[in-house]
């Protein structure tokens, strides 16, 4: 399984991005995928995760941890394999180095935004807002 990630850049307080991260894994391997974030001196930041298992009812499950509800989505596109984070209204503390995980299970909630769910990690993308 590989993950890489893309699109972290310097934004202006109240500026959106959007990240991705391409996923390279054998068929139906992953069921959730996340986003992480890890600021300078700080424990890395279950932030937002979806259900990416097809034919379940719980696919396309959203889980946002509330620093970011309302400001950014998670999605996925399943023909492109790609996992996405929008983030709109930016603020400075959401400045972090920024890490798309990948889960052999399904999990929605706290668990789908607990690190130690997912084995598989990206390299991450640094994200700086001022």
């Known amino acids: 399984v590989q993950l890489v990630e893309s699109g972290g850049s310097s934004v202006n307080t109240g500026g959106s991005l959007r990240l991705s991260c391409e996923v390279t894994?054998?068929?139906?391997?992953?069921?959730?995928m996340a986003w992480f974030r890890q600021a300078p001196e700080e424990a890395r930041e279950g932030i937002a995760a979806?259900?990416?298992?097809?034919?379940?009812?719980?696919?396309?499950?959203?889980s946002y941890a509330d620093s970011v509800k309302g400001r950014f989505t998670v999605s996925h596109d399943n023909e492109k394999n790609t996992l996405y984070l929008q983030m709109d209204m930016l603020k400075p503390e959401d400045t972090a180095v920024y890490f798309c995980?990948?889960?052999?299970?399904?999990?929605?909630?706290?668990?789908?935004?607990?690190?130690?769910?997912?084995?598989?990690w990206g390299q991450g993308t640094q994200v700086t807002v001022s």
């Open positions: 995980a990948a889960a052999v299970r399904g999990l929605v909630g706290f668990q789908a935004l607990g690190e130690r769910e997912y084995p598989y």
């Open positions: 894994a054998p068929p139906y391997t992953i069921r959730t």
């Open positions: 979806i259900w990416t298992g097809q034919f379940n009812v719980n696919s396309g499950k959203t």
